[in-house]
C-alpha cells in the first residue's frame, strides 16, 4: 500500500511542476538562523573544505570520493551544510556563482563516476534537499536556464527518493531526511499535502529516539544537540506556515533542559559516549531556541534516569558523570563511571574524547576504558552470560552530595565508586572499592587495576612529594589531588582529543595497583588551595 501512496502523489507531483518550478523562483520564507563562520566561507571559497578536523583542497576539478578521508568528512561534504558559511562572506556574485559550481557537478553526476557511498545515504540526502531549499534564491540568481533544469529535477529526484522511503519504511527516516521533506513541503505549495504524513512520521520519531529525561537515545551529547538542532528548524520551517504541533514544541523542551545537565561552565559538552565538545555559540543557541534562562540558578544536583547521566553542583565546580543505564543490559557503553571535573569555565579533570580519521588503531584506543577517568582492569569485559546491571544512588547533605555507583566488572568482582561534591567548599572526595562476591580466587590472587584521571591540556601538574600532586589552572587557580595510596600515585602521558577530534598532549593521574582481598580499595581527594 505504502508504494501505490507514493507512486500516486509522485503522478500528482509532475502534474504540478510548473508551480513547483514557479515556487523555486520565489525568495524562501525561512532559513536557520544559526550563527554563520565567515571564515570558514573565505576557505571553502578557495576550495579548503574542512570538516571534521580534516582538510581537503579541491584545486582544479571537485573530487566526489577523496581516499584516505574518513566518512564524517564526506557526509559534511555532500549535506552542502557549508552553504550557509559561504552565503555569509561578502560578495554575493563570487558565493553564488561557487554554490552552482558544486551544486551544479553533482547533479551532473552518473553512475560511471566515482562517488563516495555516503552521497545518497538518507540522513546526508535530507540535508542536502533542506540546504539547496534554504538557499535557492541565492543559488538560482545569476543561474542559466540549463541548470535551473537541473537543479529542479535533483530537488524532485531527492524529494521521491526520501518520500518513498518514509511511505515503505518510515521507521528507517532519520531526522535530517524528515527534515529535508518538511522543507519541501513547507516551502513549495505544490506540496504542502506531504504535511500530513511528515507529521505523523515526526511524531513516530520523537518517540523513538527521545528518552523520557530528554536524553537522546544514541546517550551521546553531541548526537543529543545536532537532533534537537534538526527539531528546532523543524519547528522554525512550521512556523512559517502557522502550523504549531505539540509533540514536537515538547520534545525540544525537554532536550532542551537535558543539554544544560551535560555542558560545562565553558558552554561545550563533556566528552562522553563518542563525543566531542561542540560549538559553544551553537549549543547557546539551542538552549535559547529551548527556551532555556541560563541565568536561573541550577539545581545542585540532577540525574537524568533514562541516559545514566549525572551532574552535582558545588562552589564554582561542577561534576559531570555516566554511568550504565537502566535500558542496557549485554553491551555496557565504554567509559561507564568515569567523571568530568570542571571550576567555573576551565576544565580540570577530562574524558580523552573520540578520534576522528581514518586510523582503527586510534578509534580504538579511544574505546578503551583507559581512554576516560574512571577505574579499570586488566579484565574489563562483564560477564556475557547474565545481564549488565548497575545501581546508582544520590543523596543530598547539608555540606555536600553524595553520588554512589555500583558497577560490575568481570567474573563477579564489582566497582563501588563514592564521589561527594562539597556545596560551600571548593573540594571534591572520593572512594573506589571492589567487592568480591563470588570472585574469591581473584581476592586471593589479585587483579591489576587502576584509578586513572586525565587532564585538561591547560592543566600544568607538579607533584608535591608525599602531599600529592599540584595542578595549575591557566586562571592561577590551584588544587591539590591526594590519595590513601599515594605509593601507587604516578603521573604519565596522556591524550586529549576534544577540539575537532584531533590528539593533544596532556597528562593524566594513574592510580595503579594489585588489588586484593586486604587492599580492595582506595580514597582520594581533589581541593582547591590557592587563588592566583
Given amino acids: 500500500m505504502g508504494t501505490i501512496r ?25 532559513r536557520p538562523a544559526w550563527a554563520l563562520t565567515h571564515n570558514r566561507g573565505r576557505k571553502i571559497i578557495k576550495r579548503e573544505f574542512t570538516f571534521c578536523g580534516e582538510t581537503v583542497e579541491m584545486a582544479g576539478h571537485i573530487q566526489w570520493n577523496v581516499a584516505e578521508i574518513s566518512v564524517d568528512w564526506h557526509r559534511e561534504f555532500f549535506s552542502f551544510g557549508w552553504l ?16 552552482r559550481e558544486f551544486i551544479n557537478g553533482f547533479t551532473l553526476i ?10 545518497w545515504e538518507p540522513e546526508v540526502a535530507g540535508e542536502r534537499l533542506a540546504h539547496w531549499l534554504y538557499y535557492r534564491a541565492f543559488v538560482l540568481r545569476g543561474g542559466s536556464k540549463t541548470f535551473f533544469v537541473r537543479y529542479e529535477r535533483a530537488l524532485l529526484r531527492h524529494i521521491q527518493m526520501l518520500y518513498q522511503l518514509g511511505c515503505t519504511n518510515p521507521e528507517a527516516l532519520s531526522p535530517n531526511a524528515l527534515k529535508g521533506l518538511l522543507a519541501a513541503a513547507t516551502a513549495l505549495p505544490s506540496l504542502i499535502d506531504l504535511l500530513q504524513p511528515l507529521l505523523r512520521w515526526l511524531e513516530m520519531l520523537i518517540q523513538r529516539d527521545i528518552l523520557p529525561d530528554g536524553g537522546h537515545i544514541s546517550l551521546s551529547p553531541h548526537h543529543h544537540v545536532q537532533f534537537l538542532r534538526t527539531l528546532i528548524e523543524m519547528k522554525e520551517m512550521l512556523e512559517t506556515i502557522s502550523i504549531a504541533f505539540e509533540p514536537l514544541d515538547h520534545a525540544i523542551a ?58 552535582i553542583h558545588g562552589a564554582h565546580q561542577s561534576l559531570l558523570l555516566t554511568r550504565i543505564p537502566p535500558s542496557a543490559r549485554q553491551d555496557a557503553p565504554v567509559g561507564v563511571g568515569s567523571i568530568e571535573f570542571s571550576v567555573a569555565k576551565e576544565r580540570l579533570i577530562v574524558n ?20 576516560f577517568s574512571v577505574l579499570s582492569s586488566t579484565d574489563d569485559a562483564p560477564d556475557t552470560h547474565t545481564p549488565y546491571h548497575a545501581s546508582q544512588t544520590l543523596k543530598s547533605h547539608d555540606s555536600h552530595t553524595t553520588l554512589q555507583l555500583l558497577l560490575p566488572l568481570a567474573h563477579g568482582v564489582t ?5 561527594d561534591v562539597y556545596h560551600h567548599e571548593r573540594m571534591m572526595r572520593g572512594k573506589d572499592m571492589l567487592h568480591w562476591s563470588g570472585a574469591e580466587h581473584l581476592a586471593t590472587n589479585g587483579l591489576d587495576v587502576a584509578v586513572r584521571f586525565h587532564l585538561h591540556p591547560d592543566v600544568r601538574c607538579q607533584p608535591r612529594k608525599e602531599h600529592g600532586i599540584l595542578l595549575t589552572l591557566v586562571s592561577g587557580q ?16 596522556s591524550v586529549f582529543l576534544g577540539v575537532q577530534g584531533k590528539p593533544q598532549k596532556t597528562l593524566q593521574l594513574c592510580i595503579a595497583w594489585r588489588a586484593t582481598e586486604e587492599r580492595s580499595g582506595i580514597s582520594w581527594e581533589l581541593r582547591y588551595v590557592a587563588a592566583p
Fill in 254 to 311: 525537554r532536550m532542551g533542559a537535558f543539554l544544560r545537565m551535560i555542558i560545562h561552565g565553558d558552554g561545550k559538552l563533556g566528552l562522553f559516549q563518542q563525543n566531542l565538545m561542540d560549538d559553544p555559540t551553537l549549543i547557546a543557541q539551542c538552549l535559547q531556541q529551548a527556551g532555556i534562562d541560563l541565568a536561573s540558578p541550577s539545581p545542585k544536583a540532577h540525574r537524568a534516569e533514562s541516559s545514566g547521566y549525572a551532574r
Fill in 6 to 30: 507514493w507512486k500516486l502523489w509522485w503522478l500528482q507531483l509532475q502534474v504540478g511542476a510548473a508551480w513547483f518550478a514557479e515556487a523555486l523562483t520565489h525568495e524562501p520564507i525561512y
Fill in 478 to 493: 590551584e588544587w591539590l589531588f591526594s590519595t590513601s595510596a599515594a605509593n601507587f600515585l604516578h603521573v604519565e602521558e
Fill in 415 to 419: 566497582h563501588e565508586r563514592q564521589l
Fill in 110 to 119: 552518473t553512475p560511471h563516476d566515482d562517488l563516495h557511498s555516503s552521497a
Fill in 352 to 371: 580523552c574524547g573520540t578520534y576522528v580519521g581514518t586510523s582503527n588503531a586510534w578509534i580504538h584506543a579511544m574505546q578503551q576504558p583507559s581512554a
Fill in 84 to 99: 550557509q558559511d559561504v552565503v555569509a562572506i561578502h560578495s554575493e556574485k563570487i558565493a553564488s556563482s561557487f554554490a
